[in-house]
């Protein structure tokens, strides 16, 4: 298992260090603009290396994910279309297309689907039927742009996947499902050289960025291992709603975001700079201190759904807890403005 682990974390490092080279020469790079506030141009290969130290892993030990080859297919045309988007800026249509299709793909040669919400509304299992393969296909899309809306700093994207892989694997590990457990920390160790390199733990002029190919092949990789862990057994070691708090920082701030921008009559897919780690950068955060308090928040998160599955505590009590979180989320964003302004009063008056 270590020798596993030492080889996946070199080679990703070795993938990043070699791919830098070869997007520079080809384009692939990140350039500041008015809503882009780095320096200088960065290649865009993050995502780009971790698919491909997966499917090298995978194709050794296919055994270690069911389903193997359809993953490994899916994640392959994932990480092409976001390439392809990081360097031509492809229209957010043809992206949805393939997106479902790809749900299709998994639902029918992986048999992944979104069948059985649990007893949420406390009147027993709610079963989707046919119903769960439209389900399906929409948690699919949301969770790939709900991972690509919050790259938005340094470091962002790659510690809240590794959050919600970490609390996967962990969950994995208590049902007594070993090869599961250690993939989900096989993915974190994959990551880890990309969150060295984007924070320049390298220097500044080796920093790479995680472009749409990462944030799409991540995005996917949660909703398999969601599914996978929540649908795949009489007995899963999942409950459904354990899911939300798993993907919760990603999951509301995709939604207040798009919800914000249709009240003002824009696309809900239009660009902005009203996430949640901008709201803390105006009250006066750096991009270290914002990346600390957002993970944190999301283990925080991830925790409570993890405490709530394991002392079995009533399915609809955990989702109207998530709501709850939600809502002030969603009343945070709605006064974001007047809030930072009091914060930054009251620490002027300290």
């Known amino acids: 298992m270590l020798i596993d682990l030492l080889t996946i974390f070199f080679t990703s490092l070795t993938y990043l260090f070699f791919l830098r080279k070869v997007a520079k020469n080809i384009g692939l790079v ?5 809503r882009k506030k780095h320096s200088g141009v960065i290649p865009l ?31 392959s045309l994932l990480t092409i279309l976001g390439a392809l988007d990081d360097k031509y800026d492809v229209s957010f249509k043809i992206r949805f297309l393939v997106q479902a299709a790809l749900s299709i793909a998994m639902m029918n040669f992986a048999d992944l689907v979104l069948e059985n919400l649990g007893d949420m509304l406390a009147v027993g299992d709610l079963h989707l039927g046919s119903l769960g393969y439209v389900i399906t296909t929409l948690a699919v899309i949301g969770a790939i742009n709900a991972y690509n809306m919050v790259d938005g700093i340094d470091g962002l994207l790659g510690g809240l996947s590794t ?51 990462g944030s799409m092949l991540i995005g996917f990789t949660v909703i398999w291992l969601l599914l996978l862990a929540s649908q795949q057994d009489s007995n899963p070691p999942l409950r459904p709603v354990t899911a939300l708090w798993l993907i919760a920082i990603p999951l509301m701030d995709m939604t207040a975001v798009m919800i914000r921008r249709i009240k003002r009559g824009n696309s809900p897919f239009k660009p902005d700079r009203e996430h ?3 709201i803390f950068q105006r009250v006066g955060l750096n991009s270290a201190q914002t990346l600390a308090v957002i993970c944190l928040s999301a283990v925080t998160l991830s925790t409570i759904g993890i405490l709530g599955d394991l002392f079995n505590v009533p399915e609809y009590i955990m989702l109207a807890g998530f709501i709850l979180c939600f809502g002030t989320y969603l009343l945070v964003l709605r006064h974001a403005w007047k809030i930072t302004s009091g914060i930054k009063l009251l620490f002027k008056l300290k």
């Open 45 to 75: 290969i993050g995502g780009i290396s971790i698919c491909l130290v997966i499917l090298n892993y995978l194709y050794f030990k296919p055994e270690s994910l069911p389903h193997a080859p359809t993953y490994m297919a899916c994640i």
């Open 163 to 213: 959050v919600t892989f970490a609390s996967l694997g962990f969950i994995f590990l208590l049902s007594g499902n070993q090869a599961l457990a250690f993939f989900c920390l096989i993915l974190c160790v994959a990551i880890a050289p990309y969150i060295l390199l984007n924070l320049g733990a390298f220097g500044r002029a080796r920093k790479v960025f995680m472009g749409d190919a």
């Open 276 to 278: 949640l780690h901008h």
């Open 30 to 34: 990140d350039r500041p603009n008015a």
